[in-house]
């Protein structure tokens, strides 16, 4: 299957980036490569582009679509927390601009085998490094029913989290879960009928919770933002698009913190905790996407883009 990854707000990104000839950029969650393509043509042959994934079909598919601009591009296969070492072993100190699209791609939503969907009936998986032994199977076959619940509740925001667990202990103590169809079999068992009937697919927040666990999303994205905002040089830009509020509250409050990271008590008259600030938030309130974007697609409806400048 062709790898496929609508690059949501891909202008308004690009945009904020505010690319220049001769710059070096960086998009640790390089995709099918839409948003780097864009970039690459805005460097006009001069300056670096650094493409890092963790997806080796990304990787394969961002590779070929970029083959077109040379040397310009480098593409790297990791996951993005290790930026800064990544490119302090190419030479790279410092960045003009960083892009990070947090979706899940169309791809790996899209072709089955991944394990991503609970629309088919195929083998848990959910791995975005396949590198990793570790699958979505072991997760639900082996945490215990608190994990279960309190993994559900925190990054599914489902309020049955509790049921749903216990559901799925008893559904394995007879067998294991091996597939998404069967899961989603024992979490639609779990959910009332009346409310299975009012909201959207009665799998989806729990499939989430998974897969945040499972490749650690937010403990990834929570401890690499510092760093990255110091990876930049002055007044290059971090670009942030999210998916679900999770995410985007990570993103606001990091931001927030390195502009203003001042401790001192607030009826102090100056600031004598010495915490300087790393520069500002460009955008007060979040970025959507355009009307005209939702109609080509859908899966863009929950996208905010966040950005920072440094100083």
Known sequence: MEFRHYSVMLRETVDELCVRPGGVYVDGTLGGGGHAYEVCKRLKGSGHFYGIDQDEAAIRAAGERLSGFGSLVTVIRSNYCRMKEELNALGVECADGILLDLGVSSYQL????????????????????????????????????AKLYQMIRDYGEDKFAKNIA??????????????????????????????????????????????????????????????????????????????????????????????????????????????????????????????????????????????????
């Open 110 to 145: 899209d072709e089955a085998e991944r394990g991503f969907t609970y629309r088919e009936n195929v083998p848990l998986d959910m791995r975005m490094d396949q590198r990793q032994e570790k699958t979505a199977r072991d997760i639900v076959n082996g945490y215990s029913e």
């Open 166 to 311: 216990k559901h799925i202990v008893q559904a394995r103590g007879k067998r294991p879960i091996e597939t998404t169809g069967e899961l989603v079999e024992v979490i639609k068992a779990a959910i009332p009928m009346k409310i299975r009937m009012q909201k959207g697919h009665p799998a989806k927040q729990t499939f989430q919770a998974i897969r945040i666990e499972l490749n650690q999303e937010l403990e990834v994205l929570k401890d690499s933002l510092d760093e990255l905002i110091g990876f930049l040089k002055p007044g290059g830009r971090l670009c942030i698009i999210t998916f679900h509020s999770l995410e985007d509250r990570i993103v606001k409050n990091a931001f927030r913190r390195n502009e203003n990271p001042c401790i001192c008590p607030r009826h102090f008259p100056v600031c004598v905790c010495g915490k300087a600030s790393k520069g500002h938030v460009v955008t007060k309130k979040p970025m959507m996407p355009t009307d005209e974007e939702l109609e080509k697609n859908s899966r863009s409806k929950s996208a905010k883009l966040r950005v920072f400048e440094r100083a």
